[in-house]
């Protein structure tokens, strides 16, 4: 079964550093991993998406995530961290059903905290 | 685009009584998700349709909670009767199956049941 691991429930860092939030992933076949952001109140907005080509993905918000077939990993990176990114993340991986429908397997959330 | 619409934002009822939680996906997209968020079980998938049809109901919690998609525009969770362990955000979110799968989220709706 497809799954995806967030391995910190909370990640903190100050404004105008760089930032990481990490994602592991176990899939059979391809994979089709998503990040998403959701800030206090709100719903899960769309970040970014890994589907084929460059292990580089750009995305919203100057938001960027690196694909590693190796280390079965795809983390969320940003070069310089605004307070206004404080928010909860989710990374996300395809699951495809014998029916050839689908769903998203979400990882259980990572709170990333910019100070000032 | 409107985005997905969810319908009431906020919800307040007493024990026992039916709840309705209302749904618009995005126009054109053929698949809808219904998730239950809460600070102890994080993100819970529900039910999901496909082209209106429910396609898997493995998450819905217990048999009072059920749901619908009478057309592509609409959907439906009714949880009959309700109890305080239902307080959650409700989101429904849809997507387009043929595309590349990233789902859009509604804004939720926030159910406190007393």
């Known amino acids: 079964a497809q799954s995806v691991a967030q391995p910190e429930d909370q990640v903190n860092v100050a404004e105008g550093n760089p930032l990481t939030v990490k994602c592991t992933y176990s899939?059979?076949?391809?994979?089709?991993l998503f990040w998403y952001v959701q800030y206090p109140n709100r719903g899960l907005q769309f970040l970014l998406k890994y589907i084929t080509g460059d292990n580089l993905v750009k995305g919203s918000y100057g938001f960027e995530a690196e694909f590693n077939k190796s280390q079965t990993s795809f983390h969320l990176k940003k070069p310089s961290a605004l307070v206004s990114d404080s928010a909860l993340y989710f990374c996300?991986?395809?699951?495809?059903?014998?029916?050839?429908?689908?769903?998203?397997?979400f990882g259980s959330g990572t709170r990333l905290l910019v100070r000032p | 685009d409107a985005g997905v619409i969810q319908s009431p934002r906020h919800e307040v009822t007493e024990m026992g009584q039916e709840v309705t939680l209302r749904c618009k996906p995005i126009s054109g997209h053929n698949s809808l998700f219904w998730y239950r968020q809460t600070m102890m079980r994080g993100l819970e998938l529900l039910i999901y349709?496909?082209?209106?049809?429910?396609?898997?109901d493995s998450g819905m919690p217990e048999d009072r909670f059920s749901a619908k998609m009478p057309n592509a525009s609409f959907s439906t969770l009714k949880i009959q009767p309700s109890e305080p362990r239902d307080s959650a955000v409700y989101f429904c979110a849809s997507s387009f199956r043929a595309g590349t799968y990233e789902q859009y989220f509604g804004p939720g709706t926030r159910l406190t049941v007393t």
């Open positions: 349709f496909n082209n209106n049809v429910p396609i898997d």
């Open positions: 899939v059979s076949g391809n994979p089709y």
């Open positions: 996300a991986v395809r699951d495809i059903l014998m029916d050839s429908s689908y769903k998203l397997i």
